[in-house]
């Protein structure tokens, strides 16, 4: 436990949690204290991590890790707060994404290989589909916005990142390790 090692790897890793708190509905207020929840188990379970091929690494312990304190947090609050309902909070449902562990975005998709991938599957779908997934995705805009944008409707939109984030993982598993 080397104080700047394990301050790297705060750094690192601090804005991915952030994100995936972010997007599994955890408010930006308690955002912090979830973090100290992740970074607390991974430092009291750290040496006993073993990297093993794809399914071992670093970011998917990570991100088990991350989806374990979000369930936590949730499951603890939602016994201190009341019911909310209407339109808003189907909004906010519709909003997380399919998988808390969701990673491609602009830094997971510069190397050539993937960029190489990204290009492959492109051609697979039709420009509107490719765009409602870009947006969605990796830039990170509302669903519902891109709706508006793309005149598609909103379960259109999640249908479409749906169906490119599916095809993208089936060609990265395909892909030689």
Request: glycine share 4%.
């Amino acid at each position: 436990m080397d104080p700047a090692s394990w301050s790297r790897l705060v750094m690192t890793f601090a804005p991915i949690v952030y994100r995936w708190c972010r997007r599994s509905g955890i408010r930006e207020a308690d955002t912090p204290d979830v973090i100290q929840d992740v970074f607390s188990t991974v430092a009291r379970g750290v040496t006993g991590f073993q990297r093993t091929q794809v399914q071992g690494s670093f970011r998917a312990w990570l991100a088990t890790i991350t989806r374990s304190r979000v369930r936590d947090f949730l499951r603890k609050n939602a016994r201190h707060q009341s019911p909310v309902g209407g339109t808003e909070a189907l909004e906010q449902l519709q909003e997380i994404p399919d998988e808390l562990d969701s990673t491609i975005c602009y830094q997971s998709i510069e190397s050539p290989l993937a960029k190489r991938t990204m290009e492959l599957v492109r051609a697979e779908f039709e420009e509107v589909t490719w765009q409602a997934f870009w947006m969605t995705t990796i830039e990170s805009q509302s669903p519902a916005i891109v709706a508006q944008r793309l005149n598609l409707s909103l379960a259109s939109v999640y249908q479409a990142r749906t169906r490119v984030l599916r095809k993208l993982r089936q060609r990265i598993r395909e892909l030689p390790q």
